[in-house]
């Protein structure tokens, strides 16, 4: 199994995901037209904030509990240095993300509180700290469980659609519901990333990828647990978009939000039948929602027309 402390050294990629929407959002509200940078730019800053915050303070709680072997000097006079050089290091290093920690608590906290201090919408404000301390707590905590791993997926999923509303917000200062779809799709691959990250966990925990079954005295596969949680989360995105536009709920350009599905059934494909790993179908079904969030904002700016 992967060790914990590593299992999102690639979460720029979440964060990218995570600003993107907040951009469609935005740029769904604005089109070519005249932006309002200021308050877009301290609504990504509180995003990035909450992601900082939990790096740091993993940083600074791991710096705080290790304790390395000191290396066997030819004298106690190096055997002294040897320790100072450490300490010094260390409580270098300590401070230093204690002042990160501090700086990005001050800012997930402080930027909502100014905003509604400055008369803005409590409702956009009070999204803003929810999502800022979600992304916080996905980079601080780590899965150690079924449940654990079912709340990471389920986070992912409210904070992008979330962050797309925050983006139209930005530019219009008012909460359009229907465009929580533009953060919704990508979310929803963004979730099934998830549960492939953590397959080894799962397995150890006696979820599997694939289920022997026997029918008539013959062996049949059928889709494991996870499998069938992956394939779910992968598919509800899309899915939604193609059930609403036809009941007239979405503008017609959103169908452009299903064309991921293209490759995200390779995907799977190759994570059931093993041809993929669980972290390449982790970074290419992450990969897949940042595409998709790229086809939402074409759709976004199209539905405008």
């Not at 590593?6 to 037209?33: K, N």
């Not at 730019?41 to 000191?70: D, M």
Request: hydrophobic share 45%; charged share 15%.
């Amino acid at each position: 199994m992967e060790h914990p402390e590593t299992h999102y050294a690639d979460d720029s990629w979440f964060q990218a995901v995570g600003l993107s929407a907040l951009v469609v959002g935005s740029f769904t509200a604005s089109g070519l037209g005249e932006t309002k940078p200021i308050l877009f730019s301290l609504f990504a800053l509180a995003l990035v904030a909450g992601h900082w915050l939990g790096k740091a303070l993993r940083t600074w709680q791991q710096l705080t509990r290790e304790t390395k072997p000191i290396r066997v000097s030819k004298s106690l006079r190096d055997l002294e240095e040897t320790v100072n050089k450490e300490s010094l290091a260390k409580d270098r290093q300590r401070n230093i993300q204690t002042l990160i920690t501090a700086g990005s608590a001050s800012l997930v906290l402080g930027i909502p509180v100014t905003l509604v201090v400055l008369n803005y919408d409590a409702v956009a404000c009070g999204s803003l700290l929810l999502v800022s301390l979600l992304c916080f707590l996905r980079r601080y905590t780590i899965p150690s469980s079924v449940n654990s791993v079912l709340c990471h997926s389920a986070v992912s999923i409210i904070i992008l659609p979330l962050t797309a509303l925050l983006g139209v917000y930005s530019q219009i200062e008012n909460i359009s519901s229907p465009t929580a779809i533009l953060g919704f799709v990508p979310g929803s691959f963004l979730a099934a990333s998830v549960v492939a990250k953590f397959t080894t966990l799962l397995e150890s925990l006696g979820w599997t990828r694939k289920l022997i079954v026997q029918k008539r005295g013959l062996d049949k596969v059928r889709p494991g647990r996870i499998m069938q949680l992956y394939s779910v989360l992968l598919l509800t995105g899309p899915i939604s978009v193609f059930v609403a536009v036809p009941a007239g709920l979405l503008p017609p350009s959103l169908m452009i939000g299903i064309m991921p599905l293209i490759w995200a059934t390779k995907v799977a494909s190759g994570f059931s039948e093993g041809t993929l790993s669980a972290n390449q179908t982790a970074e290419r079904t992450t990969r897949l929602a940042l595409v998709s969030s790229g086809l939402m904002l074409v759709a976004g700016y199209l539905a405008r027309g």
